[in-house]
């Protein structure tokens, strides 16, 4: 792992080769982990992100993602948007796990709807009203809701109300949008503790697309809450495998 | 039966009228009382239940005239001064609140007089009944001296002096008496003698924070209907103003010409009393109605009521002491309630429970309080031990595990088989003990091949019957 120094001094270079128009560090944020902020720069604050879980079985990997981001790129409080078919495929969101994620619970206000169209609305409603840092929303299935226009909305919504819109979906493939940054998203094996425990939790990160620099990199990253941060596995390097980066949005579709 | 704790033993507070009749009284131990009649039923005294019994029975006297006390312990007290002649005289009065006492069930001993202390020493102490014009004095002569609900060691002394009933007393001069048991005893007997009187001070609800409007012309525009409504609120807004309350609930009933009548309620998170902030949640609500408003031939009246009164604190006033950003959460809450309900906009509060599917609760935000308990203390360096999400009721699966008491090797849930890779546990959790046919659950955290996570447990022992069963009961990222 290069020194503190050096990193810093590549993320300046980094900033400064970054196109035009993208947002600036203040207005960004990290991951956490070097090798993935390498590669993915920060990410936009006021900004759209969409989270695909690689399968529908991989719909709470996803949404551990989604929260975890939403841990890192604003203050509380956080609005999770679900849908009452994700909450009856994968469960609803329980208290004690919350808190051991890193999150208050207290600071969070849970909204549960019917369609996809609820969930676009409400999702919508929390992040204009410029009362939360982030916004989850949690959608089940296609459908005709999905459109390039709900996605336009919703980042026009995070711009206005300054609020990370976080969009996770499972059981749907990866398509073009608005979003700033679209990740696919699946369990990664753990490292194991004493006695083969599973250990914190990982994920295999893809990254889809990226509004401002080029799309493909994969990571493996461990979740640690008392960093908040995303960490690299402590065994292996981050990047397992190397993806040029030419590689086109959507291909990896789950 | 009732029984209490006092100074260490278990005594009889209260007794019922067959353990009455077979020799047992309040104040006697239960251990004596058991010794007595082996078959007793005993109940532990329960002060707060007694509380909201009389409350309610309060409230539900409050049918026979409106000026109602309660009389502690365990009384009411009614002035029924021009209230007789609705329930056919005196006698057709208390026939009437003895009637409604068996129908609550309860046992009433009841008495009507000139003066309230003369009712309530008839009532606990004498015969009751119906106290006719004049004759206090002569009825309540006739009580013996514990109507004056002395100290035990003054009733005593009173004894000793041979002192038996309050005509005794009546009979000798006062001084002696105020000498001897302090000045106030000789009003104290003149009031049960009838001879002075004091007044009640009745319980009244306070009166509802309502308006009301009766339109002369039946109206059937939303833009009408939100014209008043908008009145409507304006007036209850400032009636909450002279009282320095909010409120949390807001109530609007409209009477259709035909009779039928609508009622529609929003909810806030805290108490309020913003107009404009009701009347847009108003809107909402209206216009998220499953059955919108059907006007038929017109609504000719609308009333609009508030509910859950709470003091506003003064600091609160100042609008800028909290920040806009708790305004703008709570003014979000609000809106989304209004629009989805308050079953689908809520808040995560811990619950003092080992079970896990009790330990978290999901409360609608607008009526979330305080937490009353913490959430349990995460491990530092060690992975979250409980699942992000949790399914209720869990999902049973089937498992293979090598040991008969150990983690599973595989388990097989909704068609796809897992094959296990790492496993932690068990962690056991007993069902609470009170419930009936609870089971012992062990509980594994598990990881696949493939590297999802999941919580698993056993509920019940190898080799127990029924056979223990596996389930699912949440995942982890």
Redesign the interface.
């Known amino acids: 792992m290069p020194a503190p120094a050096t990193l810093q001094r590549l993320r300046d270079q980094l900033a400064a080769l970054a196109p035009r128009g993208c947002v600036d560090v203040e207005d960004g944020f990290r991951l956490g982990m070097a090798p993935a902020d390498l590669g993915v720069g920060p990410l936009a604050r006021k900004g759209l992100h969409e989270v695909f879980a690689a399968s529908s079985a991989q719909a709470v990997s996803a949404n551990g993602f989604g929260l975890s981001l939403a841990l890192r790129a604003a203050p509380p409080p956080l609005v999770w948007v679900l849908e009452d078919r994700a909450l009856s495929e994968v469960g609803a969101p329980y208290g004690a796990g919350l808190h051991e994620w890193g999150l208050e619970p207290s600071d969070l206000v849970l909204v549960r709807v019917r369609s996809a169209q609820a969930l676009l609305a409400a999702g919508e409603e929390a992040l204009k009203s410029g009362a939360v840092g982030a916004v989850l929303m949690s959608g089940w299935g296609e459908g005709r809701a999905w459109s390039l226009t709900a996605g336009r909305r919703l980042a026009l919504a995070a711009e206005a109300g300054a609020a990370t819109a976080l969009l996770i979906r499972s059981g749907a493939k990866p398509r073009p949008s608005a979003a700033d940054t679209r990740w696919s998203v699946e369990a990664a094996p753990s490292a194991a503790l004493e006695a083969r425990a599973p250990g914190r939790p990982a994920f295999r990160a893809v990254l889809l697309r990226s509004r401002k620099g080029p799309a493909g990199g994969e990571w493996i990253m461990e979740w640690d809450r008392e960093a908040r941060s995303f960490v690299e596995p402590a065994a292996a390097s981050g990047r397992v495998v190397p993806v040029s980066g030419d590689r086109q949005a959507g291909v990896r579709a789950a | 039966m009732l029984v209490d704790k006092d100074k260490g033993a278990l005594r009889l507070t209260a007794a019922d009228p067959e353990a009455l009749a077979v020799g047992l009284h309040p104040g006697m131990t239960l251990a004596d009382a058991r010794a007595r009649t082996p078959q007793l039923e005993a109940v532990p005294h329960d002060p707060a239940g007694d509380e909201v019994l009389l409350r309610r029975a309060l409230i539900a006297f409050g049918r026979f005239s409106p000026m109602i006390a309660l009389c502690r312990p365990h009384g009411l007290m009614l002035d029924v001064t021009g209230c007789a002649h609705l329930f056919d005289g005196e006698a057709g009065l208390v026939r009437r609140v003895r009637e409604l006492a068996a129908q609550m069930g309860l046992q009433a001993r009841t008495a009507l007089a000139r003066t309230p202390q003369t009712a309530r020493a008839l009532a606990r102490f004498g015969p009751g009944g119906v106290v006719p014009e004049g004759e206090d004095r002569r009825v309540a002569r006739a009580l013996p001296i514990s109507a004056l609900e002395l100290k035990p060691e003054e009733a005593q002394a009173l004894r000793r002096a041979g002192l038996i009933t309050l005509g005794d007393l009546d009979d000798r001069p006062r001084a002696a008496f105020a000498a001897r048991f302090g000045r106030d005893f000789p009003h104290r007997l003149d009031l049960i003698l009838g001879q002075a009187d004091a007044r009640i001070t009745p319980v009244r609800p306070a009166p509802p924070v309502m308006a009301d409007r009766v339109l002369a012309e039946p109206i059937q525009t939303d833009e009408a209907v939100e014209a008043v409504l908008s009145d409507l609120l304006a007036e209850v807004m400032a009636g909450l103003e002279t009282r320095r309350c909010g409120a949390r609930l807001f109530v609007l009933s409209v009477f259709r010409v035909d009779g039928h009548v609508r009622r529609i309620g929003v909810g806030t998170a805290r108490p309020t009393r913003d107009a404009r902030a009701v009347l847009r949640l108003f809107k909402e609500r209206l216009a998220a109605l499953a059955h919108p408003l059907d006007p038929g031939f017109g609504f000719d009246q609308l009333r609009l009521q508030a509910g859950r009164l709470q003091t506003i604190p003064a600091e609160q006033e100042a609008f800028e002491a909290r920040s806009a950003?708790?305004e703008?959460?709570d003014?979000?809450?609000d809106?989304?309630t209004a629009?989805?309900g308050p079953?689908?906009?809520?808040?995560?509060?811990?619950v003092d429970t080992h079970l896990?599917e009790r330990?978290?609760?999901?409360t609608p935000?607008v009526q979330a309080a305080a937490?009353q308990a913490a959430?349990?203390e995460?491990e530092?360096?060690q992975?979250?031990?409980?699942?992000?999400?949790?399914?209720?009721p869990p999902q049973p699966v089937e498992a293979i595990s090598l040991a008969p008491d150990g983690p599973p090797a595989r388990f097989r849930w909704r068609r796809?088989t897992h094959q296990v890779?790492?496993?932690?546990g068990p962690e056991r959790i007993e069902d609470e003990w009170w419930r009936k046919g609870r089971r012992v659950r062990d509980y594994y955290?598990?990881?696949d091949?493939?590297?999802?996570?999941f919580w698993l447990f056993r509920a019940g022992h190898f080799g127990e019957e029924p056979e223990p069963r596996w389930y699912v009961h949440?995942?982890?990222?």
Request: charged share 30%; net charge positive; with cysteine.
């Open positions: 950003r708790t703008a959460l003014a979000l809450i809106r989304l629009r989805l079953e689908a906009v809520l808040k995560v509060e811990p896990p330990a978290c609760r999901l935000a937490a959430w349990p995460r530092p360096e992975p979250p031990l409980r699942p992000l999400q949790l399914f209720d796809i890779t790492r496993a932690e955290r598990v990881e091949a493939e590297g999802r996570r949440g995942l982890f990222p």
